[in-house]
């Protein structure tokens, strides 16, 4: 499902799709499924979502969100990219 949401949006190009628009193109995928893919591949970066609009996000992003290897909260792991320390 990631890879069909993908090709679908940089189909798209930069102009994206919005949430309806997908749903139409994938009849096949439950709501609730899509919503969560589409939450979850926005937070990681692979997405990027401007309103209800979404489209490919930066491959970059996307490949050191996918090679962090330990579940850590999102403030840490930016400042770990910019390579500083935080304090909680």
């Known amino acids: 499902m ?15 799709l919005t949430h309806a628009q997908i749903t139409q193109r994938l009849t096949d995928v ?17 997405l990027e979502r401007y309103g209800d609009t979404y489209r490919a996000g930066n491959p970059a992003v996307a490949a050191a969100n996918k090679a962090w290897p330990d579940p850590i ?8 990219m910019r390579r500083r320390t935080v304090r909680h």
């Open 30 to 46: 439950a709501a609730n499924t899509l919503a969560t893919y589409l939450g979850v591949m926005s937070s990681s970066g692979e």
């Open 2 to 16: 990631p890879s069909i949401l993908m090709a679908l949006l940089e189909e798209a190009g930069f102009d994206g």
């Open 73 to 80: 909260c999102k403030m840490c792991k930016a400042a770990h």
